[in-house]
């Protein structure tokens, strides 16, 4: 199993971000997945949620508004449109995959920086 994030970057508070999480070793549209952050200091915090099909998305108070959590279960990929970005967002964002009889697994993140 191998998550790979991609599109943290630098941006001004207000900006946007793309990040995508690219999956495989694993039946990609069987399960639902997760993206989570981290900011120095604190623990590990669980941002939006989709499941295998992407009926349902269920987002952190903090983000609801701002972010999109969508994904193509052709390309397997997962992705977390962030808009109106604050420097609170300012963490390290990681995706998870929960894989029945498998375990838990974890991307090796990818920094966003929200600073003037």
């Known amino acids: 199993v191998q998550l790979v994030e991609s599109g943290g970057g630098s941006v001004q508070p207000g900006g946007s971000l793309r990040l995508s999480c690219a999956a495989s070793?694993?039946?990609?549209?069987?399960?639902?997945m997760s993206w989570f952050r981290q900011a120095p200091g604190k623990e590990r915090e669980l941002v939006a949620h989709i499941t295998s099909g992407g009926g349902i998305r269920n987002y952190a108070e903090f983000v609801k508004g701002r972010f999109t959590i969508s994904r193509d279960n052709a390309k397997n990929t997962v992705n977390l449109q962030m808009n109106s970005l604050k420097p609170e967002d300012t963490a390290v964002y990681y995706c998870k995959a929960v894989i029945t009889s498998y375990g838990v697994y974890w991307g090796q993140g990818t920094q966003v920086t929200v600073s003037s």
């Open positions: 070793g694993f039946t990609f549209s069987r399960y639902a």
